[in-house]
T-cell receptor, first 112, second 114 residues
Framework: DQQVKQNSPSLSVQEGRISILNCDYT??????FLWYKKYPAEGPTFLIS?????DKNEDGRFTVFLNKSAKHLSLHIVPSQPGDSAVYFC???????????FGPGTSLSVIP | DGGITQSPKYLFRKEGQNVTLSCEQN?????MYWYRQDPGQGLRLIYY???????QKGDIAEGYSVSREKKESFPLTVTSAQKNPTAFYLC?????????????FGPGTRLTVL
């Protein structure tokens, strides 16, 4: 039973445009969310996070939005660059705080 | 440099053999994790350890074993009981603060069973 869902396996965006990656979760008790970026044959790298007490967190070109009532978060990348092409994982901190639950990932392709 | 190292990068094993994947961190993190990634899939948790000499099973622990004798090290053994061991294995350590909670990943080990 998937607690963190990323329903779009892939996404293509033109360079310079906005990329929007979506994530849904099922457990309303999750209180901390993260996005990771992963290139092939490498480990994921932390991108940005958000606590459930906020609805937005921004870091340069990356912004994460959290809608708790909808149990939905999204990652916005503006402007998108070819180097952003990677798999993006959404993750949520488990209720027991001892582990992080990852979604299946969305593969982003930014077309020059 | 602080970070997480995994070795080897690529590993080949004959069916029926046990193999141990190394994971070392010098970040002084208490918690460490092992994940498995299969093509087109997300990260699935194998085992994790919150503190030295203690570890817990994750979602897919069958056929795997771990030890945590030192804070810096969390080796994973893939045993012959693991039915489908070919995968990309990722180790991570985790730091938590009052307002942060981040996992740092190693570069991964690609295991192929021949």
């Amino acid at each position: 039973d998937q607690q963190v869902k990323q329903n779009s396996p892939s996404l293509s965006v033109q360079e310079g445009r906005i990329s929007i990656l979506n994530c849904d979760y099922t457990n309303s008790m999750f209180d901390y969310f993260l996005w990771y970026k992963k290139y092939p044959a490498e480990g994921p790298t932390f991108l940005i996070s958000i606590s459930s007490i906020k609805d937005k967190n921004e870091d340069g070109r990356f912004t994460v939005f959290l809608n708790k009532s909808a149990k939905h978060l999204s990652l916005h990348i503006v402007p998108s660059q070819p180097g952003d092409s990677a798999v993006y994982f959404c993750a949520a901190r488990g209720t027991s705080y001892d582990k992080v639950i990852f979604g299946p990932g969305t593969s982003l392709s930014v077309i020059p | 440099d602080g970070g997480i190292t995994q070795s080897p990068k690529y590993l080949f094993r004959k069916e029926g053999q046990n193999v141990t994947l190394s994971c070392e961190q010098n970040l002084n993190h208490d918690a460490m994790y092992w994940y498995r990634q299969d093509p087109g899939q997300g990260l699935r948790l194998i085992y994790y350890s919150q503190i030295v000499n203690d570890f817990q099973k994750g979602d897919i622990a069958e056929g795997y074993s771990v030890s945590r004798e030192k804070k810096e090290s969390f080796p994973l053994t893939v045993t012959s009981a693991q039915k489908n061991p070919t995968a990309f294995y990722l180790c991570a350590s985790r730091t938590r603060g009052a307002y942060t909670d981040t996992q740092y990943f190693g570069p991964g080990t690609r295991l192929t069973v021949l």
